[in-house]
Antibody, heavy 123, light 107 residues
Framework: QLQLQESGPGLVKPSETMSLTCIVS??????????WDWIRQPPGKGLEWIGS???????SYMPSLKGRVSLSVDTSRNQFSLRLSSVTAADSAVYYC???????????????WGQGTMVTVSS | SSELTQDPAVSVALGQTVRITCQGD??????ASWYQQKPGQAPLLVIY???IRPSGIPDRFSGSRSGKTASLTITGAQAEDEADYYC??????????FGGGTQLTVL
């Protein structure tokens, strides 16, 4: 059974850069047809897609975060990471990592999720 | 438009049928996936593609698409179905879109 686990600091100061890592166990991150995504959820609000990365390094980002967000993957450690720079209080959220099966017919699905980690931006 | 729109809240009597909808231009050419989220938990995939249920999801959950509207139907809603439901799709720009979520109350 595939498992994903987010790790990283729960408190980040405004204007700093936050970094989170998602450790994948129970299966390889380097598997054709699957992407590795980050999704966040501010307290009391809905889900917001941040970006995705393929094991070969191809990335895609939410337009409103472009310039501040960067994803990377380490296939040797079976993990992928998120860096978000110049954070503000608006970036406070539960951050989830998830695996996405990419469908040929635009029928993608996030089939495995981490439990989520709360990141608070505050001085 | 690159948005998905959901009704904020829907209610259903125990044992009755409820339909949760998701609207967006991207749904004309992309399939929605649906996620159930209970308080304090990560989202759970319940329906994707052409009405496919992952293993362990009860068959009272079903999905459909018509025009720019995707629907999640729960036939015979149970108390444990009370949750937030989110739709999602990948648009033709390869961006992933989420609806704002629908809070389902089972009366």
């Amino acid at each position: 059974q595939l498992q994903l686990q987010e790790s990283g600091p729960g408190l980040v100061k405004p204007s700093e850069t936050m970094s989170l890592t998602c450790i994948v166990s129970g299966g390889p991150i380097a598997r054709s047809g699957y992407y590795w995504d980050w999704i966040r959820q501010p307290p009391g609000k809905g889900l917001e897609w941040i970006g995705s990365i393929y094991y070969r390094g191809t990335t895609s980002y939410m337009p409103s975060l472009k310039g501040r967000v960067s994803l990377s993957v380490d296939t040797s450690r079976n993990q992928f990471s998120l860096r978000l720079s110049s954070v503000t209080a608006a970036d406070s959220a539960v951050y989830y990592c998830a695996r996405r099966g990419r469908g040929y017919d635009y029928d993608d699905a996030f089939d495995f999720w981490g439990q989520g980690t709360m990141v608070t931006v505050s001085s | 438009s690159s948005e998905l729109t959901q009704d904020p809240a829907v209610s259903v009597a125990l044992g009755q049928t409820v339909r949760i909808t998701c609207q967006g231009d991207s749904l004309r050419t992309s399939y929605a996936s649906w996620y159930q989220q209970k308080p304090g938990q990560a989202p759970l995939l319940v329906i994707y593609s052409k009405n496919i249920r992952p293993s362990g999801i009860p068959d009272r959950f079903s999905g459909s698409r018509s025009g720019k509207t995707a629907s999640l139907t729960i036939t015979g809603a149970q108390a444990e179905d009370e949750a937030d439901y989110y739709c999602n799709c990948r648009d033709r720009s390869d961006l992933l879109l989420f609806g704002g979520g629908t809070q389902l109350t089972v009366l």
